[in-house]
Structure formats: C-alpha cells, structure tokens
C-alpha cells in the first residue's frame, strides 16, 4: 500500500534529519507520521545519538513509544530542526497552528530552532488565512469570558473550545478560544495585538517561523521556501 499525503510530506522531511541532530517534534497527525519513522530509522540504524523535544504531552508519549530518546529546552535551548505540521499556510509561508492544542509549545520550540520544517497536504494551502481554519488563541481561564469582547473587537466570532461539556484545557493548563475570521490581511500586526490582551498567552499565528513548507499533493511533493 503506498503513502497517504501526510506520509509523503513526512517522509520528504525526515530525509533531512541527521545523526547527532537535537530535533523538535511536532504535534498533530501529519507530525506524528514525522516521529514514527524518525523512530524507525533510530531502529534499524541509519540514525543514532538522536534527542527530541516533544512539543505535547501527545507527542512525548509517541515519541516514548517509537524510542526516540527525548531531553528538554534547559539542556538544549538551541534545536537543530523542528518538523511540525499546520492548518493554514499562506503564500509568504506564514501559519495558523493550534487546532491541535500546542500551539504555545510549538511556537516556543519553533524560536529556538535553526530550521523549522513544515510539513502538509496541499488542502491547508491558502490564498488568505482565515479562509478554512479559526485562529487559536490560548488565555488563562481566569476571567476568560471577559475577553471574548476584545476578541470581537478584531472582527472575529470567538468561541471558547471544550472538550466535552468541560472548557478543553491545553498541557499549560490554559482554556483556548478558536477565532473565526473571514480573512487575516494582516497576520504580523494581528498576532501582536492579540498578545497584548491581558490573559492572552499566545496565539497560533506563526509569523516568520517557517524554513521550508513541504506540500504534498495528488502530483507530488512541492517545496516552498520564505520570500527572498
């Protein structure tokens, strides 16, 4: 049986990896395809003295798993490269990340990467951002219903994700609240003002972050690369 979409970007991402590389590990199910053959090749050999930081609890307990050895940001705050996926990408490379909940950690572990790798199927290809996927916005659950109004301010409709009849919680113990914009015109200038919102931790634009975007389509693998 041959590779779905998600595989293929993976596997094209994987090829760079190195012995001796301090890795970044994503969250998500095209991430998780990155971790499971980083894992396999640390198996039979073709990789070796390999170390990882999971960017989610989800990731940590794959990784574990696949026998990937993992360490953290206090012993190595400088990573080799970090392959994560995303559920937006526009023309100029930047994203929206966090419908999987990590996005605190994944922006983190991404500033403190000297490549990031992002890897995705071509349906998270966009003209604009907003057009499929809500913005993620994690903020502290003290006083979370009083930001919803600022929120709007900005000309979305924000609704505070659950999990079940319980607000969703993230591994940093924040409640996190999905934006739906029409569009994004202006992604640097938006990701700053909402961070300014007191109680607002981070948000899932990922402005200037990306290295290289690996899009897997129907017609093969593509490469994009930052505006030069």
């Given at each position: 049986?041959?590779?779905?979409?998600?595989?293929?970007?993976?596997?094209?991402?994987?090829?760079?990896?190195?012995?001796?590389m301090?890795?970044?590990?994503?969250?998500?199910?095209?991430a998780?395809?990155?971790?499971?053959?980083?894992g396999e090749?640390?198996r039979d050999?073709?990789?070796?003295d390999?170390v990882?930081?999971?960017?989610s609890?989800?990731?940590e307990?794959?990784?574990?798993?696949v026998?990937?050895?993992?360490?953290?940001?206090r012993?190595y705050?400088?990573?080799?490269?970090?392959?994560?996926?995303?559920?937006?990408?526009?023309?100029?490379?930047?994203?929206?990340k966090?419908?999987?909940?990590?996005l605190?950690?994944?922006?983190?572990?991404?500033?403190?990467?000297?490549?990031?790798v992002?890897?995705?199927?071509?349906s998270?290809?966009v003209?604009?951002?907003?057009?499929?996927?809500p913005?993620?916005?994690?903020?502290?659950?003290?006083?979370?219903?009083?930001y919803?109004?600022?929120?709007?301010?900005?000309?979305?409709?924000?609704?505070?994700r659950?999990?079940?009849?319980?607000?969703?919680?993230s591994?940093?113990?924040?409640?996190?609240?999905?934006?739906?914009f029409?569009?994004?015109?202006?992604?640097?200038?938006?990701?700053c003002?909402l961070?300014?919102?007191?109680?607002?931790v981070d948000?899932?634009l990922?402005?200037?972050?990306?290295s290289?975007v690996?899009?897997?389509?129907?017609a093969?693998i593509?490469?994009?690369?930052?505006?030069a």
């Amino acid at each position: 049986m041959g590779m779905n979409l998600k595989q293929m970007a993976a596997a094209r991402a994987v090829e760079m990896v190195r012995s001796g590389m301090v890795l970044g590990l994503g969250t998500g199910s095209t991430a998780r395809y990155a971790v499971e053959m980083i894992g396999e090749r640390l198996r039979d050999g073709r990789l070796h003295d390999i170390v990882g930081v999971p960017t989610s609890t989800a990731t940590e307990k794959i990784a574990k798993e696949v026998g990937i050895p993992l360490t953290t940001l206090r012993e190595y705050p400088v990573i080799d490269l970090t392959i994560d996926g995303a559920d937006e990408v526009d023309p100029h490379l930047v994203l929206i990340k966090g419908l999987g909940g990590a996005l605190v950690r994944e922006k983190i572990v991404a500033r403190a990467s000297r490549q990031v790798v992002i890897i995705v199927d071509d349906s998270k290809v966009v003209q604009v951002l907003g057009s499929k996927a809500p913005l993620p916005v994690e903020v502290i659950p003290f006083g979370w219903g009083t930001y919803l109004h600022q929120l709007r301010s900005f000309g979305c409709e924000p609704v505070l994700r659950m999990s079940g009849a319980e607000p969703y919680v993230s591994d940093g113990g924040n409640y996190i609240v999905d934006c739906r914009f029409k569009r994004i015109e202006d992604p640097a200038k938006l990701e700053c003002a909402l961070n300014c919102i007191p109680g607002v931790v981070d948000n899932g634009l990922f402005v200037g972050l990306a290295s290289l975007v690996i899009v897997a389509s129907e017609a093969g693998i593509r490469e994009l690369r930052p505006d030069a």
